[in-house]
């Protein structure tokens, strides 16, 4: 039950339980922890202040406009005075995860071997909790380097049911998070991407384990799962873009404070005025 307990906390509080001692290998203070090795000793290179300062401009345009892949995004970088040429501009939308929402060869790709499973939300009504949830994953700026946010969220009442951080695309984050959600619940189906990340066995096993139907976006994300996109928007509009977090642990206090706003006071028009609290608790 302790155990249970303790791996319900985030991935990040208890990535900081593990430190150097002469005690306790790191390998037995991972397991301790429900941490993995390779997550705790990732250290992704330093980008360069100017290399930051793109990747903030990237974001905010992909925000408005998902649509531009690397080429119009580069075109609108020189346009707005920042010197920087397509390959550039590719790695840099590559690291960030981001892609056009055009269909083809830009949709999420899964890891070689991976099951694809079909769309199942095409033409369908969301009309009740719990009939639908979702995951999704962005580029988180900060003052001093950047980091990733993964969020479940139940369609009918734009409830975050659970949120993650990490400093790399592992599926360890996402797996963490959607563990958390199901103690919430159930879903009746659960939709992703077709990321690396939500393809893996270690994310669809604990969705089959519990028998939830695996829906997966066929034409972009940003087309089959508008409503996490809404909450990007939101969160970054309302509280990152403003804030401006220094570090990491500033960012996890911060996101904490403002996703208690967004569940349990900030009202939604789609809800009737409604709070997503208010509807998921109904």
């Not at 950047?146 to 969220?153: H, N, Q, R, W």
């Not at 790399?168 to 103690?183: D, I, K, N, Q």
């Not at 969705?207 to 809404?230: C, H, P, T, W, Y």
């Not at 970054?236 to 642990?249: F, I, L, Q, S």
Request: net charge positive; charged share 25%; aromatic share 12%.
């Amino acid at each position: 039950m302790a155990r249970k307990k303790r791996l319900s906390l985030p991935l990040a509080i208890r990535r900081a339980w593990v430190v150097p001692s002469a005690v306790y290998s790191v390998r037995r203070q991972c397991r301790l922890a429900g941490v993995s090795r390779s997550d705790f000793y990732y250290e992704p290179t330093p980008e360069s202040a100017e290399n930051l300062l793109l990747m903030r401009r990237i974001d905010e345009q992909y925000m408005r406009h998902p649509e531009f892949g690397y080429p119009r995004m580069t075109d609108w970088l020189n346009d707005a005075g920042h010197a920087a040429n397509h390959k550039r501009v590719a790695r840099l939308m590559q690291l960030m995860g981001l892609q056009a929402i055009t269909p083809g060869p830009h949709t999420s790709k899964p890891a070689p071997g991976h099951t694809i499973y079909p769309y199942l939300l095409r033409g369908v009504e969301i009309v009740r909790v719990n009939q639908v949830w979702s995951i999704d994953i962005t580029y988180i700026p900060m003052r001093h380097g950047f980091m990733y946010l993964a969020a479940v969220l139940e369609w009918r009442s734009r409830y975050v049911l659970a949120w993650e951080l990490s400093n790399s695309l592992e599926s360890l984050f996402c797996v963490t998070a959607l563990e958390r959600a199901l103690a919430r619940g159930r879903p009746e189906v659960f939709n992703t991407d077709q990321g690396a990340q939500f393809t893996s066995e270690a994310f669809t096993g604990v969705l089959l384990s519990k028998q939830i139907a695996i829906s997966m976006d066929g034409r972009g994300r940003a087309l089959d799962n508008v409503f996490i996109e809404r909450l990007w928007w939101t969160v970054k509009y309302e509280d990152v873009y403003p804030k401006v977090y220094a570090d990491g642990h500033a960012l996890y206090h911060g996101l904490a404070r403002y996703f208690v706003y967004y569940n349990d006071e900030r009202k939604h028009s789609a809800l009737d005025k409604q709070t997503p609290a208010e509807v998921f608790l109904a």
